[in-house]
């Protein structure tokens, strides 16, 4: 199963998560404080969720931005 590593934004640790636990806030193996929820893909947003969502989330975030002509 595909994983990837998520930072513990308190330890530092590397935490293998589970390409299925997308979304869901994770707890760090080693200091057990709370990991940053993994997003693997894009998340789709308007300016009703863009703003809550990012003020939420304790990690950086990429935003791409668009709009019709
Ligand atoms: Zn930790």
Do not use: K
Request: charged share 10%; proline share 13%; glycine share 12%.
């Amino acid at each position: 199963m595909t994983s990837y590593i998520v930072t513990c934004p308190a330890c530092g640790t590397g935490n293998r998560i589970p390409a299925d636990r997308e979304g869901i806030q994770g707890q760090c193996g080693s200091c057990h404080a709370a990991l940053p929820p993994l997003y693997h893909h894009p998340q789709p947003m308007d300016s009703g969720s863009f703003d809550g969502f990012v003020a939420a989330y304790p990690g950086p975030v990429l935003a791409e931005f668009w709009a019709p002509w």
